[in-house]
């Protein structure tokens, strides 16, 4: 029987090994290295308030999400969708969720048991990588990479394996990718549109990640919270190459797409297998969460095309603001094809070191970044060492003011 069919069976006669003693048999929640004890997030979040810096560093939005959800959310509420929803979300989420996936992509599901509501895509990821990975399983990821996985690959007790992503376009190299991909890859865990780089892989890059789990045997857990921020290129879902559907848990949020970050509502779909075996673990992290926010998610998620299509239109038009501002300051600019993360090389201003210089931006100039290199394992880091990255989904008059402060970077250094 191979891996794949091994989880499948598990996952149908519920015996997977219970997440809890993985965990316990040696967490390593601070990932290989273990320089976080707060997240890189939270540290610059609370610098920027301290010094009253614009926080461009942790990716949230400041104006929030459509008023028809925030409506619905209050309905909710008043009507008394207050206590705990399903473990596996409210049907109509489900149902929107279906329907989302196939207006939007083609692709069919049972919302009865291809679909599951997590708390923020946060969770679902951290439910999948303790689903199905272990002692003696590898993760591979794309470096940079988000700083989730690290911390629940540690956690699951599996090895996490990287395939760099390679400047200046921050895509794949499909060579290094097929020489890191093994028999022990138990998961490739994709993130596209990726944060922090910003690409949006193409069809012939996911398609040689499809192949590769095939030869291998692994499951793909692909992470794509950015799917209707994209600029211009086409976001392909990794469900919908040719063989992928029946080994592929794919993840999303309405954080993003609605910018209600705060709401944590996300869901993972695929093969009624691999989703029980999600829900299986999920039971134990948070059961359920945001019964009135589901419901405001599932009205989102019926929205007309011009607010999908306005998504993409008003974010491209913030993030030329601040390339315009971010070259004006003497950066080098890597524009993003999706995301609402921009990254700069610092080098050209002779900065050798973005961490350092992260921690200190905001004292220097009042504006608040993310350094690059905390989301990689230490060789990634030198390879990223001066990196930022800044987040574009302000208010065109705060990227414009922080445009005007970043220009006196130079002489402040
Ligand atoms: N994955 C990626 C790539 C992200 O950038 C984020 C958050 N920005 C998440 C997952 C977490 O999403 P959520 O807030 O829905 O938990
Ligand atoms: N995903 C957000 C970012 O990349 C941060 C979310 C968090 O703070 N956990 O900036």
């Known amino acids: 029987m191979s891996r794949t069919d091994r989880t499948l069976a598990q996952g149908r006669q ?6 809890w003693q993985r965990a316990a048999a040696g967490a390593n929640l601070l990932g290989a290295d273990g320089r976080l004890d ?26 929030d999400g459509p008023d028809v959800m925030a409506e619905a959310a209050r309905d909710a509420i008043a009507s008394g969708a207050n206590q705990y929803a399903p473990g596996k979300g409210i049907p109509a989420l489900r149902d929107a969720i279906a329907a989302h996936q196939q207006r939007f992509y083609g692709l069919d599901l049972d919302p009865e048991d291809q679909i599951v509501v997590t708390t923020g895509a946060t969770e679902a990821i951290a439910a999948a990588l303790l689903a199905l990975t272990g002692p003696g399983d590898e993760v591979l990821t794309f ?23 390679v400047a200046p376009d921050f895509h794949p190299d ?25 690409s949006v892989f193409t069809h012939t890059e996911l398609t040689r990640i499809v192949e590769l789990a095939h030869r291998h045997d692994a499951v793909i857990i692909t992470d ?45 779909s695929g093969p009624p297998e ?26 989102g998620l019926a929205m007309d095309d ?59 100039v009042g504006v608040a970044a993310i350094p690059v290199p905390v989301f990689c394992h230490p060789e990634g880091a030198e390879r990223t060492k001066s990196l930022l990255r800044f987040a574009f989904c302000k208010r065109p008059e705060v990227l414009e003011e922080a445009a005007a ?4 970077l130079k002489d402040r250094l």
């Not at 519920?14 to 997440?19: C, D, K, N, S, Y």
């Not at 691999?274 to 009205?299: E, M, N, W």
């Open 14 to 19: 519920g015996t997977l090994q219970a997440p």
């Open 38 to 63: 707060v997240t890189i997030f939270e540290e610059i979040t609370t610098l920027a308030v301290r010094t009253g810096a614009i926080n461009l560093g942790q990716g949230f939005p400041d104006e």
């Open 143 to 165: 470096e940079p990479f988000y700083d989730s996985y690290g911390a629940v690959i540690g956690l699951s007790g599996a090895t996490h394996t990287t395939s760099p992503l």
């Open 174 to 198: 499909l060579d290094a990718l097929e020489a890191a991909v093994s028999d022990r890859t138990r998961v490739i865990l994709v993130n596209n549109p990726h944060n922090p780089m910003g």
């Open 224 to 268: 794509e919270v950015y799917e209707h921020l994209t600029f211009g290129v086409q976001h392909v879902p990794v469900a919908t190459l040719p063989g992928a559907a029946e080994r592929t848990l794919t993840i999303s949020s309405a954080g993003k797409t609605f910018s209600f970050t705060g709401w944590k509502v996300g869901w993972v």
């Open 274 to 299: 691999l989703v029980a075996a999600v829900r299986t673990v999920k039971q134990f992290l948070s059961y359920s969460s945001g019964t009135p926010f589901q419901a405001a998610v599932a009205a």
């Open 306 to 364: 011009a607010f999908y299509g306005g998504i993409s239109s008003t974010l491209q038009a913030k993030r030329d603001i601040l390339a315009d501002g971010l070259r004006t300051a003497g950066l080098e600019v890597f524009l993003p094809e999706g995301t609402y993360f921009i990254n700069v090389d610092t080098a050209p201003l002779g900065v050798t070191d973005a961490t350092a210089l992260a921690r200190r931006l905001p004292e220097l």
């Open 405 to 408: 402060r970043l220009a006196q």
